[in-house]
């Protein structure tokens, strides 16, 4: 299975700090996605970087795909206290079912 | 609101009820996937749909479970005989894959969340 699996579990930071996931998969993907999920909540879609692409950007997030060794990272930059949620990561192979993990629960401290 | 919409956002149940859950996912997507989320962890797959072709259903889906997509729009989820293991977060997610393969984004539900008493 494509499952993801999330390092670390859990993080904490200050504002203002970087905070970096990662993301470790076993099989061949066609796509990953990052979501974050708030406590209760449905999960939001951050990013998709396709299996071609090495680096992607969408404001303070930066997303890396090392196909070679089946990982990916996520970068948040100058992290705010609103950014404390779950982030997955979710590789796709083409029937496009999401695996995830369990998630780094990230905590930015005001 | 990603524009996948879910109904009920919750349901309480009592054991050995039938409960049914309905999904409307973006309008021009052809893929619709149904997931379960317990408490700590990540969402686990159900089961997915093309269009109103059911291709894909987990193991973690049993006879109880069953899941509708009859005109290719929206999709329904039913649990029949609820037991307390059922207590989850149902989440709905929808996609579009073109012509070629292009596999785009998925986006995901608010979710219904189930308590089974």
């Known amino acids: 299975s494509q499952q993801g699996e999330e390092d670390p579990q859990a993080l904490s930071i200050q504002e203002g700090e970087n905070a970096t996931m990662n993301c470790s998969y076993k099989?061949?993907?066609?796509?990953l996605q990052w979501y974050r999920q708030n406590s209760g909540r449905g999960l939001v879609h951050l990013i998709l970087?396709?299996?071609?692409?090495r680096e992607k950007h969408s404001g303070r997030l930066r997303v890396t795909l090392d196909t070679s060794k089946k990982s990916s990272s996520l970068l948040i930059t100058a992290s705010r206290a609103a950014d404390t949620a779950s982030y997955f990561c979710?590789?796709?192979?083409?029937?496009?079912?999401?695996?995830f993990g369990d998630g780094t629960t990230l905590t930015v401290k005001p | 609101d990603t524009g996948v919409s879910q109904d009920p956002r919750h349901k309480i149940t009592k054991r050995g009820q039938n409960v049914t859950f309905r999904c409307d996912p973006i309008s021009e997507h052809n893929r619709l996937y149904w997931y379960r989320q317990t408490l700590g962890q990540g969402p686990e797959f159900l089961t997915y749909?093309?269009?109103?072709?059911?291709?894909?259903k987990s193991r973690l889906l049993s006879d109880r479970f069953s899941a509708e997509r009859p005109k290719g729009s929206f999709s329904t989820l039913e649990i029949q005989r609820t037991e307390q293991g059922d207590s989850a977060m149902y989440l709905c997610?929808?996609?579009?894959?073109?012509?070629?393969?292009?596999?785009?984004?998925?986006?995901f539900g608010p979710g219904t969340r189930l308590t089974v008493l």
């Open positions: 099989t061949s993907i066609n796509n």
């Open positions: 997610a929808s996609s579009l894959i073109r012509l070629g393969g292009r596999l785009n984004e998925q986006f």
């Open positions: 970087i396709r299996s071609n692409e």
């Open positions: 749909f093309q269009n109103e072709a059911q291709l894909e």
């Open positions: 979710a590789p796709r192979a083409m029937i496009g079912k999401s695996t």
